[in-house]
């Protein structure tokens, strides 16, 4: 899959700057109290999201974590119905019932996502066994962040999806940090990529969130795992802009320094893809988006919440 | 006895042979199913449980796996997510423990917690042990564990009617259902219809009539209350005894019905009673009855964990003869009575056919 036409480009920007401005609404309008749900946002973490997801079919499922806004966007999750989630409507994605961590869209095959972490991997595995079956070449791409690496059942699952030569991308979004917690505190060593192997996975790590070199790789592994069903692990070094959960910025809490920040900031790929855009393109692109995101606030803001029955609804199937 | 659910021929079948049989229609009949855990494919056959299923439906539907509990309950979990219907095996309920992340956190939150978008069909098996020194953690009955969580379904039927009909009517339920079943009632022996039928979720039964007191039996419990009520009938007592099959959705009004006719309560769970099965059952019955005078007591595992050695695990478990002295004691308060040792010790060779 090779990428040099102004149309990739301009998909590309439009996804990256539809998840950083989607995000940074969600931010203006928390501190109206309007939004029910603790947001977890990934603004600085774009570039992953849509590098993988740029390369997937409509028909191939991404699993992720709580903070997963931006596959859910990248993926072509219904954003209208993520904005009423967020304000807990009954036309949000999940029915009110989800909120910003629990997102699900099965019309665009974007797996219910989970707050504890790790948790979603081996249910991104299970899934693709029942496509491996299926046998329409369709593959899982499972986003998880560097904690989740931490946890036994990621290792139980990378065991399980080669043994099984199950078709799943398994992506790592490495921002160094669980909550507030760095790498160095958590990993005996720094050898992610290794640690997988060992499982006879192919492994590459990407340290510059370049988000073409991210879509690069992952079409290559993607091409690999639909035609050979054995599974790929991609680690995504990046960068969360923002406090762990909330709307602002905690440059001041003393667990790192805004220097670090301004390093990924000179790299963030919304820019500088945008900037390879003419400017008329680039300005018709934001102006779209910009209208999009206006019209899903407006449909949350004027969608019903569910009726208090609602409560007792779909305990069981 | 009067089989009430079921139908075609009837022949007698062992609890283990009945399990197997179901798993291995439901398989023919739908081919979503499949069957994993560790050992499922192996000589033993989970104690026979799985005996056959290899070799008829294949290595791609029947398959041991890593110990990887948590893992491998997750997989289950994506799978039925994504349209497929496992039945999930574990020798030991013990070992549950190591899937609760997933069976708490995913499997019974994810229809609700995704706005009804999707389901998660798929059968939980899990084996309680008991006797020759199983030990502290080869023993364990964790149904109130499982109980307390909206979403989960949770049977244990005592029975190879039973076996047969829950496990058919769990393998077509929408939703994740904990089957538990208990190492001792796989040599028993019921009439089960040759054919598939179910025995469908919130219904319990009642194994045997009486007037005097009503005695609610989980799991193995229920054969044990069987002996004990024949033990005590050469004393007059009559005891009314409910197996509810179902724990969750719990057949609450069954129990209900019947203590209003008895004004006694038993309930003999094959468990702790500390926020227990029994405690569910006795505050759901009070709930119903607060006006009404009634007398309601509890029996279960002692509040230890499970020793091995004889003497200390013969103290650990309700039996046939304690069962029958409680009850007694309940019936007839200040009349001592004791069920003869030799009767008591030879209420284990008492046969009972259910499904009663």
Known sequence: MHLDS???LARIYRNLWLIRRAEEEIARIYPSDKIKSPVHLSI???AVAVGICDVLRVDDVVAGTYRSHAS???KGGDLPGLFAELYGKDTGCARGKGGSM???DMTHHILGTSAVVGTTVPIAVGYSLALKREGKGRVVAAFFGDGATEEGVFYESLNFASLHDLPVLFVCENNFLAIHTPLEKRWATRQLCERVRTYGIPAHQIT???VLKIRSLAAEAVASIRTDSRPVFLECHTYRWREHVGPGEDYDAGYRSRKELERWQAIDQVPMIGEKLNRADREKIEAEVEEKIASAIDFAERSPFPDPAELYKNVHA | MQMNNGAGTQRLLRYVDALSEAVAMEMQRDSRVFVFGLDVDDHKAIQGSTRGLVDRFGKDRVFTTPLSEDAMTGVAIGAAMAGLRPVHVHIRMDFLMLCMNQLVNMAAKAHYMYGGTVNVPMVVRSII???????????????ALLMHIPGLKVVAPSNAHDAKGCMIAAIRDDNPVMFVEHRLLYPTEAYVPEDAFTVEP????ICASGTDITVVGVSNMVLECLRAQELLAEAGVHAEVIDPIWLEPLDTMTIVDSVRKTRRLLVVDNAWTNCGASAEIMSRVAEQTWHEPLHMERMGFAATPCPPSPTLEREFYPNPATIAARIHEMVRPGVTWKPDAERASLAYQMQFRGPF
Do not use: F, T, V
């Open chain 1, 44 to 46: 600085g973490q774009e």
């Open chain 1, 6 to 8: 102004e149309l990739d």
């Open chain 1, 72 to 74: 859910y966007i990248a």
């Open chain 1, 208 to 210: 510059d969130s370049d």
């Open chain 2, 129 to 143: 042990g008991k006797s020759w020194g199983q030990g502290a953690q080869h023993s364990q009955a964790l149904h």
């Open chain 2, 202 to 205: 919130g219904r319990g039964r």
């Open chain 1, 102 to 104: 629990h997102l699900i």
